[in-house]
């Protein structure tokens, strides 16, 4: 019965981190509008993507074909915990970190320049000047080129710098 053990274990060790249910709670409360404790197929799609799923039409369907037992078109909040919690738990941190890194290079260079980082700023509304921006490339350039190639991002993420 190989893999009854192997499921415990993997259970065992895999675990959210307090950070994830906060944001779990908070994007399930941000979205349920109408604060009834159960959310909806729209609110369901908008709670997801938040948290970064690319979700289908039919994965949201499919959801609330499976936990929607009372047939109301809602989820509960320890439904969507439920759901959203697998998912998270099945994400593939080296694919995540590649998402991130294709956000950074938008030109498809195959690495983050000055300019990319200071999209990327600019976007998230940091007021940061050039001289600092470099300053965050060139702690993290190993190869000196002046650009964060994917392997020097993904020490940075995984903190192997």
């Known amino acids: 019965n190989d893999l009854a053990v192997d499921k415990t274990k993997r259970k065992k060790r895999r ?13 399930f409360e941000l979205f349920d509008t109408d ?15 938040a948290l970064g799923f690319d979700v289908k039409k039919a994965d949201v369907l499919k959801i609330l074909k499976d936990y929607d037992r009372d047939a109301t078109g809602k989820i509960t909040f320890e439904d969507f ?10 994400r593939d941190p080296q694919e ?3 998402k991130a890194f294709k956000l950074f290079d938008d030109d498809d260079s195959g690495k983050i320049s000055l ?11 940091e007021n940061m000047s050039d001289e600092e921006l470099r300053a965050m490339i060139e ?10 190639n994917q392997e020097e991002f993904i020490a940075i993420m995984t903190g192997d710098v």
């Open 15 to 27: 675990e959210l981190t307090e950070e994830q249910k906060q944001e779990i709670k908070d994007a």
């Open 35 to 49: 604060k009834d404790k159960a959310i909806d197929y729209h609110e369901l799609k908008v709670a997801m993507r």
């Open 96 to 98: 995540e970190i590649l």
């Open 81 to 90: 915990n439920e759901v959203v919690t697998d998912w998270i738990l099945d």
């Open 139 to 148: 702690e993290f350039d190993k190869d000196g080129d002046g650009e964060i």
């Open 115 to 125: 300019r990319n980082l200071r999209r990327v700023a600019r976007e998230l509304g």
